[in-house]
Each structure stands twice: as C-alpha cells, then as structure tokens.
C-alpha cells in the first residue's frame, strides 16, 4: 500500500510535546556566558560617543561594540546593508547599539549598565506619507503599457485603496543563540532557525573566516513563520561577538519583550487598484500600486516586494496588467520574512478591490470570481502560461458548494436593513486566492538544491538536507517521501540533523519549498543509492536487477539492510548527491518580468462566516470553510494542518493583531497587549482538500505551508461589510478601525463607495 496519502504520527511529535526535545535555551556549556543587547531608545538619533564603563558591570563582564568588529559591520543577507551594531546612526528603537556579557541572565542585564551612550536625536520618518520622499529600499515594476489605454477605453473605473498592518510573528520559542569557539579556532554556532546556511554565510562575511571553519547547527525549532529566516543570522553574530571577545562559549536568548522590539515583523503595506472592467464584469485592464514598508533596512525587502508584484493581480484572467511597487524607509524596526512573504498584503488588496467591483456592477462575489478565475491555458500578468492543475474555479465552486454561499450572502445582505438595534449581525465573505512555491524567479535554478543521501554502517540510508522543521511537518513528510520513492521499510531511512559540518546547502526552509523543491530530490537521492546497491547485488548474484518491496528486496526475500551493509563491508562507502532541478520550460527574465516565476501554483478559497457586535462591533469569526488545491497531500492531516493554522493566523492579522505605534516605539510589546487568536477566538475550521498531483513534483505534491495564509483576511473583512455594510479598507479590522468606518457610510460612503468613473 502507498505511503503517500497516508498521516502516520509525526516523529517529532512525542519529543516536542512530551519536553524530550531539546531547544536552543535547554543545552548548557561549561564556562558559558550569557549575552544581552544594549539598544537604541531613539527611533533615530546620532551615536555622539559610546563608553564602556567596566566598574558599573559586574566583575569578568564584556562589551562588544561596532569599532571592535573583526570585519565588515553587515549583516549578509542579499547584501550586508543591516549592520551588526549601529556604528553613528540608530535608526530604530530597539536597534542593538552594544554588546554585553556576564556570568548569568542576571549579570548579562546587569552588564548594560556599564555601556554609556551619548545619542543626539534626529527627526524620524515614522509613516509611508512621509517616507515617499526619500529613496526607496526597492522598486520593481511588472509593465504593460497598454494599461492606461485599457482603462481610459473601459467601460467602468473602480478605484480602491487598500492598506494592511504589521504582524508579529509570535513563534512559541523566542529568537536564541550559542556560539563557541573550539580550540582550533572552529567557530560553532547553535541555536534555533530556519536556514542553517543563511547563518553561515553571514558569519563567514562577518568574520572573515574560511566557510569550512564556521559550523552552525540548528537545535529544534519552536516555529518560525518566516521570523527565523532573517533574524538568526542577527542573533548569531552578536553571541559569536561575545564569544570572541571572552573566549567563552556564550548564549544569548531573547524574552518575549525583546523579541517582540528587536525582530523582524510582516511588512504593512498600502496598495491601490485601478480596476477597469466591462459591463459583464470581465476585467480590462488592471493597475496596482504597492507600497510597503520595509522598516529602517532593506534586508529581505527586494524578494517580499517582488513576490507581491507576481501575486498582486489575484488569481484573476486580465489581458492588461500594471504593478508598481516600492518599499520604502521608514525608523521602525526592520520588516522582513513572514509566512506569504508580500503575497497576503496584495492578495487582500486584491480581492476587496473584486469585491467592490462586484458591488459597482450588481454581482454578487461568487459571480464576479467565477467569472474572472484564471483557468488552465490563461496567461498570468508575467505572460506564463498556467498549467493543468489550475483550480481557482474548482476551489471556487467547492467552497460556494460547501456552504451554500450565494443564497446565504444575499440572505444576509437583505437582512442588513432590516435588523433591530442591538440585535448581532451575521455576515458571509469569500475570497479566492494563489500562491506559488519556490523561490520566486530564477531562484531555484540558481541553487540547484543538492541532497546528498549515503549508507549507514547498518545498512540505512542516510538523507542528508539542511531543511528544519519548525512544525510544518518535514520530519514526517520527507520518511514518507523516502520510503515510499525508495520502497523501503520503516527504519530503512535516517535523517541526518540539519549541522553545516554534515548537510550539504540544500537552500532555506522558507517559499514553501520545503517538501515541493528538497522532497523532490530526496526521492531521487534515495533511489540513486538503492538502485547502486540493487545492481551491485544482481551482479553479485547472478540475479535479475530486482524491486525493493517494503524494504525487501524481490525477487529473492533479502532484507534491503542487509545487502547494503554487505556492500558497505565488501565494496566500500556509497554516498550519493543530487540537485533539484527546476522544469526544463521553467525560465523568467528578472529584468523584463517576463515569464514564469513559479513552475506552478497552488489554489484556494474561503469562506469566512463572522459575527458582529453591533454596539461594540466586536467581529467573532465562527466559520472558515476552506477549500484548498495542493497538488497532492504526501501527509493529509499535516496538510490540513497547514491549512488551519494558516487561516487562523490570517484572521488574527485581519481582526486582532495590531502593532502600534508612539513615535516609533511598540505600545504592545508584550503577549499581555499584543493579541493572538487563542482557541478561544478561533472559529470553526473546516479544511477541504483538492487533488490534482502536479507532474513535477514528488508524488504530486505542490508547496502548501504559505498558501492559506492568503485567504483568511479579505474573507473575514468582506464578512464584516456583508454583516454591517462597513467596508474594510484596512486591516487589522478592530472594534476602533470599524467605528471610525461607521462615521464614513453613515455620510454616503457604503459598501459601494470607493472612487472610480463609469462610462
Ligand atoms: N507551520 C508551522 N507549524 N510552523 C512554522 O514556522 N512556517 C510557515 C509554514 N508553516 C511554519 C509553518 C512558513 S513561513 C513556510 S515558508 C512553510 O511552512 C515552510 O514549509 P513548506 O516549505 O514545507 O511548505
């Protein structure tokens, strides 16, 4: 019986939830000192001096500045823009201005004291408004210069501007970091991330070591989301800082406070639509604008705007599309990589711009959609041409379906009127959505991800990969995958820990790429090493080259093991390395914007069912039914998993989630003030899977993990308008945001409002 399709309990599982597994704050090293960061008060100030004053820190403590770096002051990323250590400028609140270290948490704290810091404050760009005028941190543009003749010939104009709000990332495990020297001079690096190869780069940069003299190992991983892309590397550098000014081993772990004030968070974003369509409803001509805001360095920036651009026209058949887009500065901590990576921002924008285009024309939202829905054979902004296992309208009609959408929206609309004071208001919204997995580009094709996979002296295969697990599932999914390629019998297959030293750079666990991409090679990897030891053993015996069934290799009943440990004994080690290689026909032009920047896409949509207080207007979400195309599920109940979690951290960013602001400093920075859903606040989840298996990935599968985190916000905002006739034009959609809204529709601007013209 297959594997693939199958849900066997995670092996993960027991350790993480039992307290077995061991996460970067839990090992100890003797002689280790704790680390502890001295930052900027100041969204933007001039560093005027800076003093390190031993005797007000306790005995044997150390300090790091940006003048004792043993090399460049950049934290490598794309490019080493976001310094180590602010050397003359701060340009956040938060920003780490010095370093210190002491024999306990305690002492480290204590140790700040001893850094005196003489800043003389600077006028901050604090909001886009303002940041328009100073050069942006990146710009792109995906043109078509027929747009402004598509619209100006259109027979109605919907205009609409969108705009979305920070998220913190909240992984269960707070940022956390080791770094040793060894005796030789080895620089070691441990501690919780998700891309073991990111961190080594940028140590490297920094300390201008030979790469085979940095190791960084990746201890397990208390979720990421995206947060433990970028930051790690930040972290890493300030313990390896410390470790080498002391020659200690030393830990730095961050609380939840200074892990909410010092990370990376979701970038907000404005976007405006100018929408022209005909009479029928059919899209013309599409042109979008984004702006995000990348916070005070550019860091990751470039590849978020750029995946929004490729998402920013919806799932949606337009003959003429134009994205702009610009990330802009502002003196707020840096905004970076979070689950959906830009695509969440225009995918809301783009779907309440549908909705009020819908609206403008009498449609309802299932109709408008169904009628724009990209198809298999429709071309994308980028010209690509989409392929078999388009779903956009299956998902479509599967959600309507399942919920019985259109009767219930339209009974609700009508109810809208007719409602006493007081008395809760129900709404239903839909939203369709897309995402595609891989890096974005010519990413893939660039890295041609290796995975090496050799034998064990029992005679298992060992896999090797840097990929982490930070709750999406690899530990499970890539056994499966394995097994299943290799017909090998549980056991037969071993994963090595993801540690530089070990694991060859098969890229970030980040794009969702995780099983799409490495699972791909995994299987061809394990299936070059068995068909080595297959043929090695048929010549040996005089034996038709066989099938392994199970772990047994047929025909002759030989447990697979054993043969490979004979031919470890008799012929010597076996280890293989294979590349991902993206689809031969899968080629973009980087500076056209020109062609296919995924190979594929995965689908979905959603309904969202909310409840609204009417004096309050408190929204309760009590029903997301989502309906999602995943090419084909390896590990279903890890998938829906995927999907749950997914949507409900997008209905906590559409609803609840708000990072405010007070001259650049977090008002909410901590879990008693910066809120999540709990389970209390999430509605019912029902998850709906759709399968078409995509030929190029392993067994079907498509990348999953980002995708539903699409579709959870312009669902529950269009729930909310559908409720109270509020439209949401911004997210996160509190009780404040909606009664200010109230004050806007009560003056003539309803849910059809919204500039535009009409010929
Ligand atoms: N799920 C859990 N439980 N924890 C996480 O940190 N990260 C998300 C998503 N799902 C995350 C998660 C992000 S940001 C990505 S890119 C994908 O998982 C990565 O997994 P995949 O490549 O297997 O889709």
């Known amino acids: 019986m297959s594997l693939i399709g199958q849900s066997p309990a995670r092996p993960d599982g027991v350790p993480k939830a039992s307290g077995g597994a061991r996460y970067a704050d839990d090992f100890t090293l003797p002689g280790m000192l704790w680390g502890a960061t001295v930052r900027s008060p100041h969204p933007r100030a001039r560093i005027a001096r800076i003093r390190w004053r031993p005797e007000r820190a306790p005995t044997g403590a150390v300090c790091v500045r940006a003048a004792d ?14 310094p180590i250590l602010a050397d003359g400028e701060v340009r956040h609140v938060g920003e780490p201005v010095a370093l210190v270290a002491g024999g306990d948490r305690l002492a480290a704290l204590a140790a700040r004291e001893g850094v005196e810091i003489d800043y003389e404050p600077l006028a901050p760009v604090l909001d886009l408004e303002t940041a328009r005028g100073a050069p942006p941190l990146a710009e792109l543009e995906l043109g078509d210069p027929g747009v402004e003749e598509a619209l100006a010939a259109a027979e109605l104009v919907v205009e609409g501007s969108w705009r979305c709000g920070h998220q913190e990332h909240i992984y269960i495990e707070c ?37 085979g003299r940095v190791r960084v190992k990746a201890t397990a991983v208390g979720g990421g989301f995206g947060g433990k892309e970028d930051y790690p590397s930040v972290i890493a550098l300030h313990a390896a800082l410390l470790a080498r000014a002391s020659g200690r081993p030393v830990r730095i772990a961050y609380d939840r406070h200074e892990d909410i004030v010092a ?19 059919r899209l013309v001509a599409m042109d979008v604008e984004v702006e995000m805001d990348g916070g005070a360095y550019r860091t990751l920036s470039p590849v978020v705007l750029s995946r929004a651009l490729l998402h920013a026209a919806g799932p949606y058949r337009c003959p003429r599309v134009r994205v702009r887009g610009r990330v802009l500065a502002t003196n707020t901590a840096t905004n970076g990589a979070f689950r959906g990576f830009g695509a969440p921002q225009v995918e809301f924008a783009a779907e309440r711009q549908m909705d009020r285009v819908a609206r403008r024309l009498g449609l309802d939202p299932l109709e408008i959609r169904l009628r724009n829905a990209l198809a298999a054979g429709d071309r994308l902004p980028t010209g690509q041409v989409l392929d078999g296992t388009t779903a956009a309208r299956p998902c479509l009609e599967r959600a309507a379906e399942l919920t019985g959408f259109r009767e219930r929206w339209r009974e609700l609309e009508a109810a809208r009127a007719g409602r006493r004071d007081g008395e809760p208001r129900r709404g239903v919204g839909l939203s369709l959505f897309f995402h595609g997995a891989g890096f974005t580009g010519n990413g893939e094709r660039r890295m041609r991800s290796p995975v090496e996979a050799r034998l064990d002296p029992e005679g298992r295969i060992e896999v090797l990969t840097a990929m982490t697990d930070m709750g999406q599932g690899c530990a499970a999914i890539f056994p499966q995958i394995a097994r299943e390629a290799g017909g090998l019998a549980e056991g037969d297959v071993v994963f090595a820990e993801p540690d530089t030293s070990v694991v060859p750079d098969s890229g970030p666990t980040v794009a969702s790429r995780t099983t799409m991409v490495v699972g791909g090679a995994i299987a061809r990897a394990v299936v070059d090493v068995r068909d080595r030891v297959l043929a090695w053993w048929a010549e040996r015996e005089g034996l038709e080259t066989g099938e392994v069934v199970d772990g047994e290799i047929r025909p002759g009943g030989v447990r697979f093991r054993e043969v490979a440990a004979a031919y470890l004994r008799e012929v010597g080690p076996l280890e293989v390395r294979v590349r991902h290689e993206p689809p ?21 949509a959603e309904v969202v069912e909310v409840e609204v207080d009417p004096d309050t207007l408190a929204v309760r979400p009590l029903a997301a039914t989502v309906v999602c195309e995943v090419g084909r599920a390896i590990h279903p109940t890890l998938c829906a998993g995927q999907i749950e979690g997914g949507t409900l951290q997008a209905l906590g960013w559409a609803l609840l989630e708000e990072v405010r602001l007070d001259e650049g400093r977090y008002l909410n920075d901590r879990l008693a003030t910066y809120i999540i859903p709990t389970f209390k606040d999430s509605p019912r989840i029902d998850v709906h899977l759709l399968e078409r298996p995509w030929k190029e990935g392993p067994f079907g599968a498509k990348g999953v993990g980002e995708l539903p985190m699409d579709g959870g916000a312009p ?13 949401v034009p911004a997210i996160p959609a509190t009780p404040e945001r909606l009664f200010e809204r109230r004050g806007e529709a009560l003056a003539g601007e309803g849910a059809a409002g919204g500039g535009g013209r009409e010929r």
Not at 70 to 75: A, C
Not at 263 to 281: E, F, L, N, Q, W
Not at 584 to 604: I, L
Not at 715 to 727: D, R, T, V
Request: overall charge negative; charged content about 20%.
């Open 69 to 82: 770096l043993p090399g460049p002051n950049g934290v490598m990323l794309i490019d080493d823009s976001w």
């Open 175 to 211: 940022q956390a970091m080791t770094a040793w020297f060894e005796p030789d001079g080895e620089l070691v690096v441990a501690g919780s991330m998700q891309c073991p190869y990111y961190v080594h780069k940028s140590l490297v940069h920094a300390f201008g070591l030979e790469p």
């Open 263 to 281: 990370t990376t968070k979701r970038h907000p974003a404005v976007v405006r639509h100018r929408t022209g369509v005909d009479r029928d409803g």
């Open 584 to 604: 031969s026909w899968q080629s973009f032009d980087e500076e056209a914007y020109r062609g296919a920047a995924y190979p594929t896409y995965a689908w979905g």
């Open 715 to 727: 669902a529950a905002a269009a729930a909310i308008e559908n409720a109270i006739g509020i439209p």
